[in-house]
Nanobody, 124 residues
């Protein structure tokens, strides 16, 4: 089992920045590709960005391209989501996810492990 713990959420004004972190523990050899998803009120959970184990492959949702960046530090077993130029529509609970497979996938069912989520609220 892999445990994931997110941190870094909060309230920020539109145009601001936040950095989310996701610390992995447990049997981390089982976590290859990792990703961030988000779920707004009354919305389905959606893919935000993903990264493979050696950071060579990164994928982003169109809505965040050019504003968000995903990175990982395998030595610290931590994945980050750097969020810039935040908009009110970015308001959501952000979840960290990990999967046993090597490929970055874009859908939630493809991920085996999930964190509890961290709230991001962007005020206008």
């Amino acid at each position: 089992q892999v445990q994931l713990k997110e941190a870094g959420g909060g309230l920020v004004q539109a145009g601001g920045s936040l950095r989310l972190s996701c610390a992995a523990s447990g049997d981390t050899a089982d976590s290859n590709a990792m990703a961030w998803f988000r779920q707004g009120p009354g919305q389905e959970r959606e893919f935000v960005g993903g990264i493979n184990w050696n950071s060579e492959i990164k994928s982003y949702a169109e809505s965040v391209k050019g504003r968000f960046a995903i990175s990982r530090d395998n030595g610290k077993e931590t994945v980050y989501l750097h969020m810039n130029s935040l908009k009110p529509e970015d308001t959501a609970v952000y979840y960290c996810a990990a999967r046993r497979g090597a490929a970055v996938k874009l859908t939630a069912p493809d991920y085996n492990f999930w964190g509890q989520g961290t709230q991001v609220t962007v005020s206008s």
